[in-house]
């Protein structure tokens, strides 16, 4: 067995030592380390840094009265059960997480099953252990200031209370890991018997989930109140289908309640269940490699294509399995004809069509959303103000679509420069039909939703034709300037570059956009006619859009997808 | 040797391999040759012990792959259609890391450069399988399967991918183990090259096996004297409204040239 795990060990290092060192190779693969580094520094772990304002949290206001073990149970009970939600559902799902080369390479030496099962499950377990570990290392300060807070006057509590809570989670981590093998091997083989056995496990699971929000619902009927809501939570109905977090529960309770018996009675509970889990994983090893297999032959085009950002790719592989059917609007367009490179523009409406109508469809309450807002303070208010936030709502919505949707298809357009290219067409105009392309869709939908706020807000209508005005342009040179990043920092597969040019992108978003807020501030300090101040707003970034284009044209006419 | 008998392999309701026997003794390369979804990859990871057969077995060297699989996959090597390896090792440690899963790190030290030297990547053994191109990464494959004392060899469309002067090393290679006295199994399109590499060919269709032995046999069973195995593969594995042209209309029935009879199908008594 321990000679089995050589290898193994050998390839969790060796890859990790050269991804590590890979990532140090080039400047741009350098730069995209740095760049996450410092995002990682100054989003995350600055905040709970010592020096940092958030570093006094929880200090103050401390709780002076120790909340009753009778609603602390309870209490503790509804976050172990809160918190393994996600996890149930988990079970139904496969568990598997190999690669290819898993496959091809170590699937057929003679490395033992269990042996490659055993590994698997530790590094779940290492996983499933970093996100507390996380928690306890960056937020150790916080968490130890509310802990204190919450057991002042009562310091042997606290003590014992912080590693049980510990104890209690990394158990209930652990739990659910090796639930979620033995189920995944029970469920997901390749034979006919899974199928039942998968039906027999989203039933068990649906009533375990069922059952328990019929009790609540029922119970929660009359006059709720904080003891009703404590015996609903204690109630076994409640306890034996969460089984873990009531087990959990007992475990960290026992420093409070000093009923020791019942602690380590959970305690050995959940060890039982993670070495239950285990022992069944175990007898059905032998399926371990056909339903990685089954599943990473099916499935291995779809990841590859998302490791690539390949959304179109994958959409594609969907059409293939039957999954994507022609919609009545993409027919029509279809239909349509062009000549010359006005066919980029009936291409790109196909396409997007065909793959980003549901993010248009996701999208759109999200806009009317921020189109509400402004538009009914304007009609309350009939103020400057709130033109100036309808403004912001429309650049905001201009960048989701910008940043958020045109990405995709500008890789994707660079994957395609293969058959791009021999088309007789100059880079330039390819370029500057491509941007146009993905800015159509986008441009439509937002200045029909303006128009159609003339309607709710008649007194705002220089600002919302403004808006309608200044859409285009802005539209047009951020989507411009996408691409131009793009084209910077072409290595779709290298996560690094792709943090680094999502940064990039923000830091141009900031540039770019500079002029347009200057004049629209100068325009508002002013109390000039919107309108007025919307006219300069799209001459502006229609010349940033035509110079990014022109940048873009050179950088893609010298561009090479081998490099 | 390899042993395969009565081999199913069953999706849901489909059956990708159904009853698959044949026998490859040592010393001799047998081509699969089928038409795209015969089941010809899906054979070989069943045999592999990548994919668990549904029912029959896979024996290599009288181990059975399921049963004994530490044994079986002592002896076996296993060369993919396209190969996905490890990306984030070198050529040199991807090669250690296949002799370290079979326990064999003496061969690996002893054969290594010579392996290098062999297929080309000797300039390459310090780069990341990552940096490597489509027919690199074949012959890195392809050198991880003879990193090992196996002596029965799975290769499927091995020739995909690889520059002239690799197929050509490659296919020595294949007789050279061959010679050896292992026993090779090539899945391939390339039906020229399984007509002048391999000693017998076995062709499926739909999962089934629909022949098997030797081109002359084939040949002579099917009435196609002095055409090429294109032919006569064409001919057996034709799809028309009944079904295979040298076959009964309701069913296949295996062409067992090997042993020169004609097998029909159970309770079919007029073939």
């Known amino acids: 067995m321990m000679r089995d795990a050589h290898p193994l060990l050998f390839l969790v290092w060796k890859s990790a030592f050269n991804g590590a060192k890979r990532s140090l190779t080039t400047p741009r693969r350098l730069i995209g380390v740095l760049g996450a580094l410092l995002y990682y520094t100054f989003f995350f772990i600055r905040p709970f840094s010592r020096n940092s304002e958030f570093s006094g949290m929880g200090q103050t206001a401390p709780i002076t009265q120790f909340p009753e073990a009778t609603y602390l149970n309870p209490l503790v009970f509804t976050v172990f059960m809160l918190a393994s939600f996600p996890m149930v559902l988990g079970l139904l799902s496969y568990r598997g997480g190999f690669k290819p080369a898993d496959i091809d390479v170590l699937f057929p030496t003679p490395v033992s099953p269990k042996v490659v099962l055993g590994f698997r499950v530790i590094r779940d377990y290492m996983v499933a252990l970093l996100l507390p570990l996380m928690v306890a290392v960056l937020g150790m300060r916080p968490l130890s200031a509310g802990m204190m807070a919450l057991f002042t006057g009562f310091p042997r509590y606290g003590v014992y209370a912080g590693k049980s809570l510990v104890i209690g989670w990394l158990m209930v981590s652990l739990c659910w890991v090796s639930m979620g093998y033995a189920t995944s091997l029970f469920v997901g083989r390749s034979d006919l018997k899974s199928d039942r056995n998968r039906w027999l496990l989203i039933a068990g699971v649906g009533m375990a989930l069922a059952i328990p929000a019929i009790f609540v619902a029922s119970k929660l009927r009359g006059e709720i109140t904080l003891d009703g809501v404590r015996d609903i939570v204690n109630s076994p109905v409640m306890r034996i289908p969460f089984f873990v977090a009531s087990l959990a529960t007992w475990v960290v309770m026992a420093p409070i309640t000093e009923n020791w018996i019942l602690g380590w009675v959970g305690l050995a509970g959940l060890v039982g269940v993670v070495a239950g889990s285990l022992k069944l994983a175990l007898t059905q090893v032998e399926w371990l490699y056909d339903q990685a297999a089954a599943k990473g032959f099916s499935s291995v085009d779809i990841r590859q294509l998302q490791k690539r950002g390949d959304t179109y790719g994958i959409y594609a592989e969907q059409a293939r399995k039957g999954k994507l059917r022609r919609n009545r609007l993409s027919a029509w367009i279809s239909k349509w004809n062009f000549r010359g490179p006005i066919a980029l523009l009936w291409k790109d409406a196909l396409l997007q069509v065909r793959t980003s109508i549901w993010s248009y469809v996701i999208l759109l309450p999200l806009f009317i959303i921020l189109w509400a807002v402004p538009i009914q303070l304007g009609v309350s208010s009939s103020g400057r103000r709130a033109g100036i936030l309808f403004l912001a709502s429309q650049a905001l919505a201009i960048f989701i679509l910008t940043a958020g949707m045109t990405q995709t298809s500008f890789i994707e357009m660079l994957k395609r420069v293969d058959f791009l290219k021999p088309l007789p067409f100059t880079p330039m105009v390819t370029v500057f039909y491509e941007v146009v392309g993905k800015v159509i869709p986008g441009v439509v939908i937002l200045t029909a939703l303006s128009a159609g706020a003339l309607g709710f807000a008649p007194s705002q209508a220089p600002v919302i034709v403004a808006s309608i005005i200044m859409c285009p342009g802005v539209a047009t040179a951020l989507t411009a300037l996408v691409l131009v990043i793009s084209l910077l920092f072409p290595d779709f597969d290298d996560p690094t570059q792709r943090s680094f040019r999502n940064l990039m992108m923000l830091l141009g978003f900031a540039i770019v956009g500079s002029p347009t807020v200057a004049i629209v501030g100068i325009g508002y300090a002013l109390k000039v006619n919107p309108i007025l101040y919307s006219l300069p707003v799209l001459i502006v970034n229609a010349a940033i859009a035509l110079g990014l284009s022109v940048l873009s044209g050179t950088l893609y006419a010298t561009y090479n997808p081998s490099e | ?271």
């Open chain 2, 1 to 271: 040797m390899l042993q395969v008998h009565r081999l199913v392999k069953q999706y849901k309701n489909f059956r990708a391999v159904d009853d698959l026997t044949f026998t490859i003794q040592p010393g001799e390369i047998v081509a699969l040759l089928g038409p795209n979804g015969a089941g010809k990859t899906t054979a070989m990871r069943c045999i592999a012990g990548i994919l668990r057969p549904t029912a029959g077995n896979a024996a290599i060297n009288g181990f059975d792959v399921v049963q004994d699989q530490a044994k079986a996959k002592a002896g076996l090597a296993f060369v993919p259609e396209v190969p996905s390896l490890y990306e984030l090792l070198t050529v040199e440690e991807h090669l250690k890391f296949v002799a370290m899963c079979f326990n064999t790190l003496p061969i690996y030290e002893a054969k290594v450069d010579e392996l290098f030297d062999r297929y080309a990547l000797k300039e390459k053994r310090h780069d990341l399988v990552a940096t490597l191109s489509k027919g690199m990464r074949q012959k890195l494959s392809v050198a991880c399967a003879l990193i090992h004392n196996a002596n029965v060899f799975l290769f499927d469309e091995p020739l995909i991918g690889i520059d002239p002067e690799g197929a050509k090393e490659l296919k020595n290679e294949i007789v050279r183990t061959r010679n050896e006295g292992a026993s090779v199994l090539i899945s391939t399109h390339l039906l020229d090259t399984a007509e002048r590499l391999c000693d017998r060919v076995i062709i499926l269709q739909r999962g089934r096996k629909v022949a098997e032995g030797t081109l002359e046999q084939l040949r002579a069973m099917s009435g196609m004297q002095g055409r090429s195995l294109e032919d006569i593969f064409l001919a057996i594995t034709h799809d028309g409204p009944s079904g295979p042209l040298n076959v009964a209309p309701q069913a296949p029935p295996v062409i067992t040239v090997q042993s020169v009879e004609i097998s029909p199908p159970p309770g079919d008594e007029t073939e």
